[in-house]
């Protein structure tokens, strides 16, 4: 029997080695929201080729997503958890919803306009139809509810646009899905540049912690971590974006709320602060990592992840992507 409870997509890139902000900002909260939720869990490999990967390392990390996810807590006994370009519906899908999505609404993409200035010699259009793939991950499923990191709610505006003008034309044939974002920490910052995003493709390796780095070097990461010259701990977005960013990512980690944190620090300095963040995340971090090296080491368990969620998530956007053929007149594409 279909579960009745409401169900949650989200997704991954294996663009590179998955960072603390893709923990915190999303990975985290699904692990929680599995519970209560019917969730499935994408990594995003289609997208992921909208930048150049190198074959043979890009192989290797979309397992590594997928075990770090695993690591992190998506239980795929709980969850769907599937790799993107093994659900041809998906591709099938994006094409269609390409027809329904105009250019102008693409060109009004914050990470369109970003990534086309980082990657200027690669334009491509898929880069420029990422968003319109990542409506038909969201769509196919009939998706209620998507939890992102902020840098992501310009895609699920869109997406729902895109649901909306569908069902207008042609019925109700998609769930509008709503924006889940995560009340804090929706967006953690690179540690020496705190006004710009933590991402994993980022030039600078001191700008992001990631999952697998060793203690030592997120210790050394975070020492170097900009900050400012005042000398007190206060949350401050605007004037102490660095100072916020250290709060933020050890609130989330040990719970302690940003006012308990600004009283424990007060009068201490950023070195303390810095100490404290980087024995926390990687306190945090050592069980998962652990955990990761099980899973990679028997490459027959995610093989077996795989596989499952392929057949399901197949069996699950099969009907969805059937009754979008019917609706435009093709042959009914029910398997
Ligand atoms: N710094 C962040 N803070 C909070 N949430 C974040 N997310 C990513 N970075 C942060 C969230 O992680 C989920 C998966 O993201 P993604 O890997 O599919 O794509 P992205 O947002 O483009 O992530 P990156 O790390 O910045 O990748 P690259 O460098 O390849 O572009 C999403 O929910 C995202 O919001």
Redesign the pocket.
Known sequence: MQSKKKILF????P??D??L??F???IKNWTKMQHDYDCIICV?DL??IT?RQDPKIFFDQRYSALALNIACGIDPSKSLVFMQSQVPEHTQLSWVLNCYTQVGELNRMT?FKE?AKKYAHNINAGLFGYPVLQAADILLYQTNVV??????QQHIEITRDIALRFNNLYGEIFTVPELSLPSF?????ALQEPTK??????ENKNNVIFLLDKAEDILNKFKRAVTDSEKSIHFDLEKKPGVANLLTILSLITGNTIAQLETLYQGQGYGKLKNDVADAVIACLAPMQKRYHELRADLSVLNGVLEHGRVHAIKRAAPTLAAVYTALGFVSAAK
């Open positions: 989200s997704g991954i890139q663009s590179g998955l960072t902000g893709n915190l900002g999303a995003a997208h992921a930048v990470q990534k939890p992102v990191g902020k840098d992501q920490g929706a967006k953690i910052m995003k933590m991402s994993k493709s980022d």
